[in-house]
Structures are given as structure tokens and as C-alpha cells.
């Protein structure tokens, strides 16, 4: 984790000020730092408000970490969600188990490709926040995860920067459906064994037909594209 400042000075007297805080893209908002001219003080509030007749100077310190791609395992292992931001809160829940490590080396396997549980998952979904993210590879992202049968929120899946989608569904065995029409393979060069052993999945919705026959070069009695 990383952090930066963005100080912001105030004198005056019998004046209420409010700091607006703008979003950034890469980063997360922590809380402000500021003296009040008594003590230091901390607030999470994206805003600070400096009370009517203060008097005095206050220095006021924005703190950001970098925002992280990461997974959470959630509901008895069997829902799967995809996050990009602060893993801080989602991490101190103990019902929760979190991976930052979702194999963005071009071979590099995701973290949880070893876990035992991965057979439990039903649910994957892609939440709105990891849709700034730009992952390398999704190399065995759902690697024989036989019990899967919903992928939501694929929309939230920016494929742009993706090279490698080998073993991406291999040994899917619960999907009968995908919509990958949102997916950009632009800068794919490996989609081998992408839909292997999906035995049970009979239809990919594509409406890119450029895309469709892309995919269609997988290892795997290719289902049907539409």
C-alpha cells in the first residue's frame, strides 16, 4: 500500500469552509489528517467542515492508498466476487477469505487455483468497482470450478489489456450459457482449452462474428456461438 498527500491550508475566523474531495482513478480516499490548532485530528469524511468563529490555522492532509484488483470468497465459499479498490474492510470480515493475487504474469496462475474450496463456488460476479481494472490475463481464472453456474456483471470485465485466456472456463461443468459480447480480445494470443471440458455449456452469446470465430480456435467441441 502506498499513500500521497494533498495538503490544503485555511486562516481565518467566524467561517464555516467545506474542502470537496474529487474521486481519483487509482486511488482510494483514507481520511483527512488536519490540526485544529489544540490537536491533531483524523476524520474519514470526504469532506471537511471548519466550524463557525474558529479561530486559528489548520493544515489539512488528504491520505490515498492505491487501489488493488482482488477476490473475495464469501457465503460458505460458494459466491466469488471480484472487486478493485481498498481491501481493508472485506479483509477484517472473518466470514470472508481474500486473494490479490489474480495471476496477472502472462502465465502466472490466480492465488486461489490450488484452494480445495474452489469447487464450492456457484456465484462469480464481476462488482461495478472492478470495472476500472485492467488485468493482463485471466490464465485459469475458473479452472475446474465444476460446480459454477452464474457469471454475473461480465459487463464489469475490461478485457482490453487481457493476452492470455487459456484454461479460462477449462472444466466448467455446471455453465450451460455465457455472454461474453463486452469482451475485447484485441490483444488476446492464447485461448487454448479456453471452453475445454465445459460439457454442459451449449451456447455463447457474441454478436462480434470476428470475435466468435476467434474463440471458436479454442481446444474443445466448440458450442454454439450466437
Known sequence: QTSNTNPTRWNGTGATIIYPLADRADQVFVRWEYYTGEADRTTTAKTVTIPANSVGHRAFTAKWIDKVPYVVFSDGFTKMTFKYG?????????????????????????????????????????????????PKSCYAWFYLFKALTSVEGLENLNTGAVTNMNSMFYGCEGLT???????????????????????????IYCDNIIEAAFFMQTEYQCPVFV
Open 86 to 134: 481498498d481491501k481493508t474492510e472485506d479483509a477484517a470480515d472473518p466470514t470472508k477469505s481474500v486473494v490479490t493475487n489474480i495471476g496477472n504474469g502472462s502465465t502466472q496462475t490466480p492465488g486461489w487455483i490450488n484452494y480445495s474450496d474452489i469447487k464450492k463456488v456457484t456465484t462469480v460476479v464481476f462488482d461495478e468497482s472492478f470495472a476500472t481494472a485492467t
Open 177 to 203: 450459457t455465457l455472454d461474453v459480447n463486452n469482451f475485447d480480445v484485441s490483444k488476446v494470443t492464447n485461448t487454448t482449452s479456453m471452453f475445454r471440458s465445459c460439457t454442459n455449456l451449449t451456447t
